[in-house]
């Protein structure tokens, strides 16, 4: 059994990450009825397929003649490895960029029985069809070539994932703040309520509670404008943001933010 170089892993990683984009793109685009450059990253490449090629590779080579074996191990892979990055992306984003939650037979939304007999049909197709031209593709190049073709690609994509993480990060600053201006709001609002109900059940006896809760609120009116201003100054660059992440990802959830992401997805369809 030949043993792959690790530049001949990465190769592979690229390689997949690409027929993936390819694959996704086009079907979520006839979906949408328009062309969506699916992805976390600007460029045409889908790590998550890459990784799930890899892990599969890795999980499959020692039975790659027993189709049975590499269905199951390769739906154990993948499906692990995609219930780890959906969990993890979102506590670090606050937002799902997949969610199987109206999926029969899901886990926490992150994977789903469907969802997991792809991965091992994908599995079967990858190990046993796919890989077989592209392991002669790759193996047929010189190695100065595969570790050239290696380093060049991940500068590439390593430029290209710090802008889109730093991208994603401002999506996410924007919907907190947003989620953060509800919920002051309605806190003001309740303030008022509660001081208009005490005004009409004894003003003379609560004149001055009145006039102290007037001058609160007045002063966190000023600092919360402020906020607004401050928001402001740098809202054009966020939404620029904000757009091209959910361009890419028009899947994506939020149940803690879930009114802030509409409120900024609201917004980007009235700005296209």
């Not at 592979?12 to 984009?21: A, N």
């Not at 069809?129 to 570790?147: C, N, S, T, Y």
């Not at 994603?168 to 953060?180: P, Y």
């Not at 401050?230 to 879930?258: I, Q």
Request: hydrophobic share 45%; glycine share 6%.
């Amino acid at each position: 059994m030949y043993q792959y170089t690790i530049t001949e892993w990465i190769l592979f990683f690229f390689i997949y990450s690409l027929i993936g984009w390819i694959w996704e793109s086009c079907y979520v685009s006839l979906k949408k009825r328009r062309w969506v450059n699916r992805g976390f990253i600007h460029g045409p490449l889908l790590p998550i397929y890459g990784t799930g090629a890899i892990v599969v590779l890795l999980f499959t080579i020692r039975v790659r003649d027993n189709a049975f074996l590499i269905f199951l191990l390769g739906m154990i892979g993948a499906t692990v490895l995609e219930y780890v990055t959906g969990a993890c992306m979102e506590r670090l984003f606050r937002m799902r960029y997949w969610d199987y939650s109206n999926q029969k037979y899901n886990v926490n939304g992150y994977i789903c029985l469907t969802s997991s007999l792809g991965w091992g049909a994908f599995s079967v197709l990858l190990v046993m069809g796919i890989h077989v031209p592209v392991e002669r593709a790759v193996l047929w190049l010189p190695q100065m070539a595969v570790d050239v073709a290696a380093v060049l690609l991940t500068v590439i994509f390593t430029a290209d994932f710090t802008q889109s993480f730093n991208e994603a990060m401002d999506l996410k600053e924007i919907v907190v703040r947003l989620a953060q201006k509800d919920e002051r709001i309605r806190r003001l609002q309740k303030r008022v309520e509660v001081i208009s109900a005490v005004a009409e059940d004894d003003f003379q006896q609560y004149q001055t509670r009145v006039e102290e809760k007037k001058e609160e609120l007045l002063k966190w009116k000023e600092q919360f404008e402020q906020e607004m201003r401050n928001l402001g100054m740098h809202k054009e660059k966020v939404y620029r943001h904000a757009f091209k992440v959910l361009h890419r990802n028009p899947g994506t959830v939020s149940k803690k933010y879930a009114d802030a992401l509409r409120q900024i997805q609201e917004i980007l369809k009235k700005r296209k």
